[in-house]
């Protein structure tokens, strides 16, 4: 006996890990039991905490016995000698796999809810169990985290057999294990308490992770092609974004307005991915034709979406429109286009009125926000609102003006902004599961 829980485990395996400290570290745990165990060496190295779901494939006769596993990513790893002593069909493997799969698609949707995994892209990944015994799930856990693009892999286990090693392959960089006996029996043999990890505990150790930590955001200088030109822009992106937000500024502003990007850090605290470019090249902003064509520059905000729908980084992400000023009438005019499948937009003291006949052509939820004092522009917004046929709202926020410049004005419209994309891009997510 070695281990009081998986809690003690965990705080025991972190003290091997402490060289770690300081890195660019993500922590995987393999649910349901190597999560709590996982979430002690995340906390102690500060660490983001995620899941790598692996699930194994028992022979049908003896499910207990390990044949193989498979990964996210599509990754497979099958034993052929305990197939071939098993008697194991073809039909039979396949048939137990895409069970399998099945299960980790439903684990996937029940652990991480709308997020994204973790991106794990040139990092130090430590994938962590409760302890090691046939080494085939191990082994799919280390190649999913390749296939994810991860720089280094450590396999961290609190217990493992006597030359465990060696049944990896050299799949991971580093191992660990707190201990390495010789009677190996089964991993409960080195608790005093080993009860399964139910569903809820999973859910709960990452959300306090989460909670703990904020995500951490990567912000990536960027080039957008459109046509001849390129844009330039900043994305930054959470771990495990729930989905990206274009900004689409006003006249005679760019990527680098501190309203927008005071929002734009917002929503990134949100959980949101931000995009944030110029619309027009620095030549073309001295041309005030070419300020207020509102067709063109909706044109360049719909061909920066395509292009992240593209991007490795964002793609499959649930994306909306943030526009400002005279940019929210080219959010709005992209989002009529009908091959647009934005999920939401948000226009701060817009001009949504620009969009003209548009639109009554936009299928996107819509929310106009304005404020109190900016009268011109409030009557603008409700003559402009009546004629949206989509799911739309007017927030007023009180005793603000046109550029939001009092006391907590603008932290109320990225709250507004942030729980609106929230709420719809969940939506979205789920509708593309289906």
């Not at 300081?22 to 190295?45: C, K, M, N, Q, S």
């Not at 003896?62 to 098993?86: F, H, K, S, T, W």
Request: charged share 25%.
């Amino acid at each position: 006996m070695y281990f009081a829980d998986r809690a003690d485990a965990g705080r025991r395996l972190a003290a091997r890990l402490g060289h770690l400290q300081g890195r660019d570290v993500v922590v995987l745990g393999l649910p349901r039991g190597g999560v709590p165990v996982a979430a002690e060496v995340a906390e102690a190295l500060g660490a983001p905490l995620d899941i790598c779901l692996v699930r194994k494939l028992g022979v049908p006769s003896r499910p207990e016995l390990a044949m193989g596993a498979v990964g996210e990513g599509g990754v497979r790893v099958v034993n052929e000698q305990v197939v071939r002593d098993a008697g194991v069909t073809g039909r039979d493997l396949a048939a137990v796999e895409e069970r399998e799969r099945a299960v980790m698609a439903e684990r996937a949707r029940l652990y991480r809810g709308s997020r994204r995994p973790v991106p794990l892209e040139g990092r130090t990944v430590v994938v962590v169990d409760d302890g090691l015994a046939t080494g085939a799930t191990a082994l799919a856990a280390c190649r999913a985290v390749r296939a994810g693009g991860a720089a280094r892999i450590v396999l961290a286990v609190p217990v493992a057999p006597h030359g465990w090693t060696a049944r990896l392959a050299g799949e991971a960089d580093e191992t660990v294990a707190v201990h390495a006996p010789e009677g190996f029996y089964a991993v409960g043999q080195f608790y005093r308490e080993f009860d399964q990890t139910p569903d809820a505990e999973v859910v709960d150790r990452l959300d306090r992770n989460r909670a703990a930590r904020g995500p951490a955001v990567r912000h990536t200088a960027v080039r957008i092609p459109v046509g001849d030109l390129e844009l330039r822009g900043d994305l930054a992106l959470p771990d495990g974004a729930a989905g990206l937000v274009l900004f689409a500024h006003g006249s005679g502003s760019g990527r680098h307005s501190p309203r927008n990007r005071a929002v734009a850090g917002a929503l990134n605290r949100a959980g949101l991915g931000t995009l944030l470019f110029d619309l027009l090249t620095e030549a073309e902003a001295a041309d005030r034709a070419r300020v207020f064509d509102t067709p063109l520059l909706a044109g360049r905000l719909g061909r920066a979406a395509a292009w992240s729908a593209g991007w490795p980084a964002t793609e499959g992400l649930p994306r909306g429109y943030f526009g400002a000023s005279t940019g929210a009438a080219a959010a709005l005019w992209a989002a009529a286009e009908p091959d647009d499948d934005v999920a939401a937009v948000v226009s701060r003291g817009g001009r949504p009125d620009l969009a003209g006949e548009r639109l009554a052509a936009v299928r996107a939820p819509t929310l106009l926000v304005v404020g109190g004092s900016d009268d011109l522009v409030l009557d603008l917004n409700r003559r402009a609102g009546a004629l949206l046929r989509c799911e739309s709202r007017l927030e007023v926020v009180p005793g603000a003006g046109h550029l939001f410049e009092e006391p907590g004005a603008l932290e109320e419209v990225a709250a507004l902004a942030a729980d609106w994309f929230t709420g719809r891009f969940g939506a979205a997510g789920n509708g593309r599961d289906q």
